[in-house]
């Protein structure tokens, strides 16, 4: 890839400004399109030159237009034209105002011709390095966008626990015939170790606790459990526990059943809470036995939507 392409007519000798850049070692590539031919963009390819240098015809605005047209799709390419006649005030404001970065005079100063092609390298490469940090910035700013968003939800669900947790306590001190182990449990994981670990914490808090370790077999033991909360893993072998919520709601044998599920996944909250999805809360797994601790105190909190 070069930095330079002077284009025009086969018969442009660009007042010998290729002779200038080959005696000063600068690569250059020569286009024998006119910057006004409909073909100019696509002639340059993939990778477009950091500064073109043009005719621009006194009276003629095409060129003008042209070069317009192919910063808005290349924003960082400067433009340069080369004129044999003075240029009306109002024609180079025009210019300038629409991207042109220089006028080159006939006869050409050397020094000057060659010190203004350089500048307009530099500029482009500055633009484009401005407009990658921008880009960056974009990406940040949209992870972050994702972050406040999944705090926002997560601080309205902490609202939402702690008034379940007064209500519990409520309760819990004036029901003194509530009961954990009429509350039935059904819990689904494709993972041996998983289900026993659970099971066995759930089961400790007086809970009534079914396993089975797909989507499938969940499904087949509805009626037979009659569940009153489900915890799923969000990945199971036939499907996802997203998916096995919404079969489980539409289940004429067990609608009303809280639907728990458990992921990894912390960024996957928002989908899994998705409204209409037929889940009724996520817990997040955490790396240490805390979290046990955190999904038996959800299933309680669940029990009380029964």
Not at 1 to 11: H, R, V
Not at 289 to 301: F, N, P
């Amino acid at each position: 890839m070069t930095d330079i392409t002077l284009a025009g007519s086969e018969s442009e000798t660009f007042g010998g400004l290729g002779a200038v850049l080959e005696e000063k070692g600068e690569p250059y590539r020569r286009l024998n399109l006119e910057l006004t031919d409909p073909r100019f963009f696509e002639a340059q390819g993939e990778d477009f030159p950091a500064t073109i240098v043009a005719r621009f015809h006194e009276g003629d605005l095409a060129s003008i237009k042209a070069m317009q047209s192919y910063r808005l799709k290349k924003p960082c390419a400067q433009f340069i034209f080369l004129t044999n006649k003075p240029i009306s005030t109002p024609v180079l404001t025009l210019m300038f105002n629409e991207g042109a970065f220089g006028i080159l005079e006939e006869p050409i100063a050397k020094e000057s011709a060659l010190l203004l092609v350089r500048q307009a390298i530099k500029k482009s490469k500055w633009d484009m390095d401005e407009l990658a940090r921008g880009e960056e910035l974009a990406q940040i700013n949209k992870a972050l966008q994702g972050k406040l968003d999944r705090l926002e939800t997560d601080q309205s669900r902490l609202r939402e626990i702690v008034d379940q947790l007064e209500r519990m306590l409520i309760k819990t001190l004036s029901d003194k015939l509530f009961k954990a182990s009429r509350v039935k449990i059904l819990l689904v994981s494709a993972s041996d170790y998983q289900r026993n670990v659970l099971s066995e914490e759930i089961g400790k808090a007086g809970f009534n606790v079914t396993t089975c370790k797909d989507g499938k077999e969940a499904m087949s033991l509805l009626k037979k459990v009659k569940p009153n909360i489900v915890v799923s893993d969000l990945e199971l072998d036939d499907m996802s526990g997203v998916e096995l919520a919404a079969n489980i709601k539409s289940d004429a044998s067990n609608p009303n059943a809280h639907y728990i599920v458990i992921t990894s996944s912390p960024e996957k909250a928002p989908y899994i809470m998705a409204p209409g999805g037929g889940v009724d809360d996520c817990v997040v797994k955490q790396t240490s036995g805390k979290s046990h601790y955190q999904l038996v105190a959800r299933i309680a909190l669940g029990a009380l939507n029964l």
